[in-house]
């Protein structure tokens, strides 16, 4: 009886201390994956609205940016390296990217989060969820090959043969060739599918670019094509040929127009899922988002420089013109 | 702190008071305690859902405006391009353009189509896709069409693109006049946003929101894979009361249920006007209730504190109240042990003191009645002991006298008297005399030595069988008129007392007790004198039997002597009588078997038969003079064992050949059964090989017809040797069976015709038997036959 009363009483006391503990605050280690740094808008638009959501960086969330530099072989060892660091999560910006990551965190629990992938049907399987560790958000840029192509009719009507670069070393090179040709199908234009796998091989087909052998310059959403991009500006410029490119980045380098997502505004968009991740929702379970805007993007020195005048209909859907 | 002071409070035993003070003190402060702690807990928790309901209601009531004003401005949005549009010709670049424009301005937009009067698309633009004009399709059969071209604006059920992502469809007229519609503008809009800014509500620690359409399914969850997935929310507590009313408010906001994360929670919904949804807010009872969980443990905490504390406080004071009851308790063990000196120290000022010095008066009573007791039992110890040393001087002898002479002295030993003198009645009854005394004058009481029944207080005492104590026979007026001698007062002394002598109720005689001053008996005293009078009269009894038992015993002994005697000359007579006629028998049985045999020359055949006769009749009474010889010898003790080691084929043998004699006419079937190998035998063999012939010579005795079975086996179990004699003749009744081996003993008829004998054949089978360590007996039905049974040992005990 003596021994049940103190057992009892000592018993509460204990039970009433355990339960007034704190919990420790954790600190999420990000690693941030990149093919090259024309995706990084995307990354600064993630880190943007992470710190608006509460996750500001060195109190709650820690981030290690690894650019690969355009080299397939940097981006896998990255990826590696971060699986090893146990990273907290992993954030991509691009279908390339978030391949490496996809394959280096296979048999692991670490969440990969694209924050633009072109063609996110290559990784996930469905919409809806892509029943792995991967989420994110579709850049839909193979998606709005056609809206390009019209947008590039409404700039210069008279074009009718496209010269159209590609790597087939990259991931969405069958994606882009396909979305292309059944654009071009449907909108009644040709192209002249030029393979390149390096710099090298662009500086050397860009000669070619002719007035006379095309009407205009097509650039699909590829690394190769997009470190280079300064070669086709250039001959695009030299030889007056309407250069419509896939990123808005590639417009401010020089090239005439694009009609893309905006990288920074998917980069915040993609931190709204990451702060779903960290609540507890399963990555799984999370469907692919799509872009909340695309952006039509201008450059009006470039029109300039080949001789067109941009059309009034054009200009005003314009959401940006670079002067 | 003294430790074993602080253990030894908390000690007690079961039942103990401290315990019970502990008990009943700790459950009622503890029953109050958490009765109030219930109460409190109780009204914080109706407290809390109460701010909850109000937080939830206001909550969703904001969230419900807004996505209602969300829905409104899209459909302002696509009145106004409506409107612009009207200006122009349908299907024209002017409304392309604005139909693109708006999907550039309006996030929320992702398709845009103007339909004609018959319901065909003559623009489609869309943010991520082409639609040539030859793609365009005829809408005149969908029900926005249908709604819009009566002029009201339409919104489709949320549903989700080929994107996952809801959308809703939006339809409103194109009116050149405010009665004439030409036309319908209809635009897919993207609710995202709505996610968002339902993903984004947040009330109290874990308060969330989602948004169900008017048949409960899930549209807007900040976890979208519930949405895409379709989930119904119908079976939850919240949507059910938004179904019931779908226009109505909730009447009983922070009601608790079950949730869409299935476990409890508190929810209100909120209806989205015009649009048949519902706001449903939640927030999980454990979350929102964690504030009263918390004073819940700090309750139990204090609860715990507080029965600490009272526990603490109940053990003083019960030690206040226990200590005195433990001293009273010691107490009384210490005078349980025997020491009734003790006294308990008890300086409390209250009713226990009061308590303490009645227990005080108690042990003071208790001492006092001690004492007497121990005086009552050494004055009981001094009685019994004195009558037991009476009683045992009386048990000494059995010689009258001298136990009267020694109880006199144990008396005076005793009392101290100065004259004790017993008289007894004489042989008649008439007188009593003097048989024993003390005297201090002697020759004075010489006198004094016969009283004549009932005359003075001697003959009255004896008499009457009641005892008389006259203390002073100067002043007692009883001694003048009883007393016959007046020898007392004549002798100088002062003090009379007589006792009767008993036994078995009857008065033996008086014993007189006399002292030279005044005297008082105490009733115990005048009681053991009793008593000791009483063991005096059982002495004497004792005395007289013991003489009539030796004077009998004398006689006795006398009669055995002279019967012994007889019994002697008696066997000596029969043992030489039967000597005597034993040679002259066989001296006639011999010259009458010597003529039958024609040893003297031919006899006619009566004589023959006369000899015949001769024979069997001398040789009956030579058997007959035999036995008695034999019984004679037994009873004289002069029969000794031949003990021999011998085979008992050789015993059986020649008791076949007496059999065989016995059959000669062959009258009977006699059976012999004899078990082989049996062991050689020490016993005496003539007495065996007569056991055998006495019983066969029953058997054939009586049995006139039928078989007579001789069976001889081995008892090697017991080792013994069986032999059994059945026949079946006349048998023996049942009460013959117990006499059957006594002396003289004949069953009845058995003195007729062949049955002749004297009845001591079976009695010497028997006495043999016994020699041989052996024994006998008979099973017999009359008619049928009878089986004697007898077993011996291998070898007699003393064979050696």
Redesign the interface.
Known sequence: ??KT?LA??LG??L??FA??SPAQQKVYRIGSLNTTEQFLDSFEGFKARMAELGYHEGQKVRYDLYDAKGSDEVLNGFARRMVQDKVDLIVTSSTTATVAAAEATKGTNIPVVFLSAGNPQKLVK????SGTNLAGI?A?TV??T??R??LLRELAPWVKHIAALNDPGSVNFKANLNAARE?GK??RLTFWEIEVRSREEIAKVAPTLTRKAVDAIYTPPDSTVTDSIDILVQQAIKERLPLMTSLRANVMRGCLATYAADYFALGRQGA?IVD?IFKG??PS??????P???K?VINLKTARAVGLKIPR?VL??A?EVIE | MDWRKLTKLFHWKSGSIRRRLLTWGLTLFGLALIISTLAGSLYTRRLIKKEAAGLQKEIALRVAEEIEDFVRRKVDRLSDLAASASLDEMGSETQRLLALLLLKNDQAYTEVSILDDKGMEVVKVSERRVYLPAEFSDQSGSDKFAKAMKGESYISPVYTSDRAEPYITVAVPLKITPRTVVGVVTAEANLKSLWEVIGEIAFGRAGYAYLVDGQGNLIAHRDPSLVLKRTSLAHIHAVQEFLRHPSGTDSSPAQEGRGIINKPVLSTFVPVSGLGWAVILEEPVHVALAEVRRLERYAVLLLAAVLLMGAAAIVWASDRITKPIRELHRGAEIIAAGDLDYRAQIRTGDEIEELGEQFNRMAMKLKTSYATLEQRVESRTRELSALYDVTATASQSLEAEQVLQQVIKKIIEIFGFDTTRIFLFDDRRESLDLRASFETDPEFWMQVRHFVRGQGFIGRVAESGAAVVIENVWTDPRYQQISHTKATQRAGLSFLSAFPIKAREKTLGTMLCQGREPRHLAPEDVRLLTSMAEQIGVAIQNANLFGEVKQKTAELERANQELIELSRAKSEFMAAMSHELRTPLNVIIGNADLIRDRFFGEITPKQRDSLEKILRYSQMLLKLINDVLAMTRLEAKKMSMDVSTFHLEDVVDHVQTFAEQLNYNHNLKMLWEVEKNLPPITTDALKLEEILQNLIGNAFKFTLQGTIEVRVRDLPGKGRVEFSVADTGIGIEREGLDKIFDEFYQQKDAHTGSHSGVGLGLSIVKKYLEMMQGEIRVESEPQKGSTFTFTFPYAIANAK
Not at chain 1, 126 to 129: D, I
Not at chain 1, 285 to 290: G, K, Q, V
């Open positions: 009886m003596k009363v009892l009483l509460s006391l039970f009433c339960s007034s469905s919409f809806a969820g579709s839909a998606e709005i056609g809206k192509l019209e654009e449907r909108q709204l779903k929702i399963k379970d999370l469907p692919i988002e799509l909340s805007k695309f039509l209909a005003v859907r959401d």
